[in-house]
Every structure is written in structure tokens, then in C-alpha cells.
């Protein structure tokens, strides 16, 4: 058996596709964009080295404006974080109580996790739509006609217009794994509770949540990190205006280095879209611990 | 003191079910609304009729957005573009798991840590050294400039997802091929590949939603008509059907009916993959 374990043809053969692969468009890339974000390049004549220049360019340029585009970006973090994750918990949780059609519900609210961001992207569009849409249709219809405006063309609600659709979308994910997660919790547990008098807002807030906090972790994650690398809602959406008052570091970058050829300038975005995520995670990581941490 | 109890009871339900039912109708009433205006005439999408079922059931916009609006050409390429990619992912996954756990090298430890590099990587890292290389080699407007990328950045997942299954099929069924005679191809295409076939359907699951709904690739990489994916194709229809509702809604809807068929068959292992690729992401 040894001897065709240790078959190096085979180990070359079985491997090689992959790490071939996966060294051309992801390591090779990751290398090249680091690079191209230390030079002034426009992508046809010859790059200069230019240090950290495109870095410095990043947090002072007042016309690109990056630090409004990533505090975008943390605005709909937060969104998610403080309204997407707490009705996500609470749907959870009142599902996870055994109640009569429970697949149903866990089948329908997961539903649009599946669609693709282009399709919810084009219907919300039409859902905002200033005469038609049944956001403003309905509003005229129980005469709050007051409220009815072009959701997605004013830059001071633009951001909240583009976090509903978001967070339509991306409940269901969030109460699945939770849902998952406060199943795989011992209902022993909760027996016991029950019969020392807990009521069930009691075992949700004592038992439930202080146990299931490795998987909220993960959604925090998801959330955060999912905001700062958010492209397809707002690319259908508002294309990051009006007046780039949508704008997300994902939208700057692609019109940075395909719109105006700026490559060195865009792959710096780059690098600081993928520093960020990583530096968010550990962060949430090392601040929310849990138990399985401190026993390794 | 019982019938106390009972009421109590039944206010919760009625809480419980109020609260689900209301968010079970935010989560449906668009898409119902989607549906019913993919099937409705302009007079009924704009005023007549905004919510309720259409009167006029108008099938000519699904031919409308199939024909003139090239939908059936994008769907094909979709459909195209992403099975090739879950092809691609399922061969060389499984097969570079098997060398990672089973195989014996220096080395594939070391391995196997860069391969999980990936699951940190966005692909906003890789998009304009892809898009140059694509450029050079003359393949944007292709479908390899789409299926190739979206393999690389799905094997992490993939291998992550099958080292997982490996794990569970026990070595001695190797060895038991291996004394009847079988080379380490044998092995892996008669013993292993068989009983990784829920692994195989977890990630061409994965594969299958991250492909066919991915847009900043399909976007950057094809402008030609003849390559567009759906999100992309659903785009330019803007164009094609400014004015008209109708096509373009039914163009949402095609778009969306292959996942739909999905989830009704298999919503339970669909739900399982997604929270198992979560959990160990």
C-alpha cells in the first residue's frame, strides 16, 4: 500500500490541475496586484515605481474620495450588524421553538439567499420606482403621499434604499445558521430549564444565545466582511450615485481601473479592500470570544 | 388557573405565527409581484393594475425577451459557462483532496494552507492581473475567460468541502483494492470517486450559485453580445426594452427558474451545503 501511496507520478498528476490553477488566479494575481498598487501605471505606456504614493492618494484624494466609500461600506455594516443579524436571531429563534410548519418557513426565508443579486438588484429598482414601484404605489394608497419620493435618486436616504434590499436578501441566510446552530444546542438543556421555571424569552437570553455565540461570530463576520466587498447590488442599483453618494470601495475600484485606467491607482483600492476585510475579521474574531477559544 | 394557561398559550402562537407570516410575506410579495408583472401589458403595469393578478396574461414577453432580447443566448451561455465550471471544480477537487489526505509526500501539509489561503481572498484581488493576462492571451469575450476564473476561486471551497467527506471513508477499503491488484488510478476512480458523490453534490451546489450569479467578472471580462452571461445580459436589456416592463421581467424570471427548480428538489441538502460550507469557511 506505501508503495502506492507514495506514487510521485500519481501525486503530480492528481494535483496538478488544481495548484496549477489556483496559482494562476489567485496567488500569481494577489502578487501582481500588490505590485501594480506601488506604481503610477496607466496600463499602456511604462509603469513608474511610485512607494506608497497610491496609498497616500487613497486616504487624501478628495474627488475619488475613498474614505467616503469605505465609511459607505461601514454604514452598511453597521445596518447589517445592529438590523440584519437581530431579525435574523429573533426568526431563529421563534422558529427553532418546533412549531407546526417550520420547513415551510425555514424553505420560504431562504430563499432569496438563492437568487442572484442581478435579479433582486433589477426587481428592488422597480420596487423604488417613482410612480410605479409599490413602494410609492403603496404609499400613495393609504395616503401618506408625503412619504413618496425617488428612493434611489436622493443622496441622503440612497444608502438606506440600498441596505433594504440587502438585508431582504440576506436574513434568511443569517436565521439558517442559526437556526442550525440552536437545533445542534442539547434540548435537555433547555428541559432543564423549563423545569426550573425559565420562561422562554429567559432560555433564549441565558441558554441559547451565550451558546450559540461561534456561529453569531461567523455572521458578524459575514456581515461585515460582505458589506466592505459589496459590488452587484449597487452596481444594478444606483452604479454608486447619485452624485457617488452610494459609492463602495468594490464600485470605486472597477471604475478607477476599467473606466479611467488608472491600474496602479485601482489595484491600491484592491489591496486595501482585501487588508481591510482581513484586518475586520481577525478583529471581530479576537474581540467576540468563545468558549472553544479559551480552551485551546 | 388552566384556563389561564391555555390563553397564554394561544397569545403566543398567535405572536409567533403573526410575526413569521408577516416576514413570510415580505419575502414572497415581491417576487409575486415580479411574476404577475413579467405577464402584464404596460397599461396594466403602469396604473391599471399595479398589484393584483394580471387580466391579460401577456406570454409574449417571455418570447419577446427570449428573442429579441437574446435572453435564450444568455441563458445558454450561462448554463454553458457554469457547467463547464462545476465540471472543472468536481474533477480537480476531488482529485487534488485525495492527493492532500491520502497520498503520501513532503510537502502537502504546507499544501494544503495555501489552498485555504483562498477562502480570505475576494476576487477583487485578482480581477485586473486576470483581466491583463485574458487581454494578452486575446480571451476576454470568451467563454473560458469566464469558466477558468470562477474554477479558480471555487476550489478552496470545493477542496475544503470533499477533505471533509474523505475523512470519513475509511482507509482499509484502499488497502482491500490495493492487495486485489488496483493502482492508485484504480483506487481512486472505482473506490474513492463513487463514494464522494454527496461530496460531489455539495460542491457543484456551491459552484453552481457562486457561477451563475456572479457579476463583476462577467461584467469586466465580456462585452461581446455573443458571451454574455444572464447578470450581465439582464443589463443591456435596459436597453433593448427601455420603456417596457414586461420583457424584462420575464427575463428575472427565466433567470431565476433553474435555481428555483433546485431548491424545490433538493431545498434540504441545498440548505445543508450552505451551512457546512459557512461553518468551516
Same mark, same amino acid.
Given at each position: 500500500m506505501d508503495s502506492v501511496r507514495k506514487n510521485k507520478l500519481a501525486i503530480v498528476l492528481f494535483l496538478f490541475p488544481a495548484a496549477a490553477l489556483f496559482i494562476m488566479i489567485i496567488i500569481v494575481p494577489i502578487i501582481m496586484s500588490a505590485y501594480y498598487s506601488l506604481q503610477n501605471w496607466d496600463g499602456f505606456s511604462q509603469g513608474t515605481f511610485i512607494g506608497f504614493d497610491n496609498y497616500i492618494e487613497l486616504i487624501q484624494n478628495k474627488t475619488v474620495n475613498f474614505p467616503k466609500a469605505f465609511r459607505n461600506a461601514g454604514l452598511l455594516a453597521v445596518l447589517s450588524v445592529f438590523i440584519q443579524l437581530p431579525v435574523a436571531l429573533g426568526l431563529a429563534l421563534l422558529l427553532a421553538r418546533?412549531?407546526? +410548519?417550520e420547513r415551510f418557513f425555514v424553505g420560504v426565508f431562504f430563499?432569496?439567499? *438563492? *437568487?442572484?443579486t442581478v435579479v433582486i438588484g433589477h426587481l428592488w429598482r422597480r420596487i423604488y420606482h *417613482?410612480?410605479?414601484g409599490i413602494v410609492n404605489v403603496g404609499l400613495r394608497a393609504i395616503g401618506l403621499?408625503?412619504?413618496?419620493?425617488?428612493w434611489l435618486g436622493d443622496p441622503g436616504i440612497v444608502l438606506i434604499a440600498v441596505f433594504i434590499p440587502l438585508l431582504w436578501q440576506y436574513v434568511g441566510y443569517h436565521m439558517l445558521l442559526m437556526y442550525a446552530g440552536i437545533k445542534s444546542i442539547s434540548p435537555e438543556l433547555k428541559e432543564a430549564a423549563k423545569i426550573d421555571g425559565a420562561t422562554d424569552g429567559q432560555i433564549s437570553r441565558l441558554i441559547i444565545i451565550p451558546l450559540l455565540k461561534p456561529i453569531l461570530r461567523i455572521c458578524i463576520i459575514f456581515a461585515v466582511t460582505g458589506s466592505l466587498k459589496a459590488f452587484d447590488i449597487i452596481h444594478v442599483l444606483?452604479? +454608486? +450615485?447619485? *452624485?457617488?453618494?452610494?459609492?463602495v470601495p468594490s464600485t470605486l475600484m472597477v471604475e478607477m481601473i476599467?473606466?479611467?485606467?488608472?491600474y496602479g491607482f485601482g489595484s491600491s483600492m484592491a489591496i486595501a479592500i482585501i487588508m481591510l476585510c482581513f484586518f475586520f475579521a481577525v478583529l471581530i474574531k479576537t474581540t467576540i470570544r468563545t468558549e472553544v477559544d479559551s480552551d485551546g | 388557573m388552566g384556563k389561564r394557561a391555555i390563553n397564554k398559550i394561544n397569545i403566543k402562537n398567535i405572536f409567533t405565527y403573526g410575526i413569521l407570516g408577516i416576514w413570510t410575506i415580505i419575502n414572497l410579495f415581491p417576487l409575486y409581484w415580479l411574476l404577475t408583472f413579467s405577464l402584464k401589458n404596460n397599461r396594466e403595469i403602469f396604473?391599471?393594475?399595479?398589484?393584483?393578478?394580471?387580466?391579460?396574461?401577456?406570454w409574449s414577453n417571455y418570447t419577446r425577451a427570449l428573442t429579441i432580447g437574446s435572453v435564450g443566448r444568455y441563458f445558454f451561455n450561462s448554463m454553458f459557462v457554469t457547467g463547464v465550471t462545476i465540471l472543472l471544480t468536481v474533477i480537480f477537487a476531488t482529485m487534488a483532496t485525495y492527493a492532500l489526505t491520502r497520498l503520501v509526500w513532503k510537502g502537502r501539509k504546507a499544501a494544503n494552507n495555501i489552498f485555504m489561503l483562498g477562502l480570505t481572498v475576494p476576487i477583487h484581488a485578482a480581477i485586473l492581473p486576470i483581466f491583463l493576462v485574458l487581454n494578452k492571451l486575446e480571451?476576454?469575450?470568451?467563454y473560458q475567460a469566464l469558466f477558468i476564473p470562477y474554477t479558480g476561486f471555487a476550489l478552496t471551497m470545493a477542496i475544503l468541502i470533499c477533505g471533509g467527506f474523505m475523512a470519513?471513508?475509511?482507509?482499509e477499503l484502499e488497502e482491500a483494492a490495493c492487495i486485489d491488484g488496483c493502482s492508485v488510478y484504480g483506487i481512486f476512480f472505482r473506490i474513492i470517486l463513487p463514494l464522494l458523490k454527496p461530496a460531489i453534490a455539495t460542491i457543484s451546489i456551491f459552484t453552481y450559485l457562486a457561477a451563475w450569479n456572479e457579476l463583476m467578472f462577467a461584467v469586466v471580462f465580456i462585452r461581446d453580445k455573443d458571451y454574455r452571461t444572464l447578470t450581465v445580459g439582464i443589463q443591456s436589456l435596459q436597453g433593448t426594452?427601455?420603456?417596457?416592463?414586461g420583457p424584462i421581467g420575464a427575463a428575472l424570471v427565466i433567470a431565476t427558474i433553474p435555481t428555483l427548480i433546485l431548491y424545490i428538489f433538493m431545498s434540504k441538502k441545498i440548505q445543508e451545503s450552505l451551512i457546512s460550507g459557512a461553518i468551516k469557511g
Open positions: 418546533g412549531i407546526k +410548519g430563499l432569496p439567499v *438563492l *437568487l442572484s *417613482l410612480s410605479y403621499e408625503t412619504f413618496v419620493r425617488d444606483t452604479g +454608486g +450615485g447619485p *452624485l457617488r453618494a452610494s459609492e476599467f473606466r479611467r485606467n488608472r | 396604473g391599471e393594475n399595479v398589484i393584483g393578478l394580471p387580466r391579460e396574461w401577456v480571451w476576454l469575450n470568451s470519513s471513508i475509511p482507509r426594452f427601455s420603456t417596457e416592463w
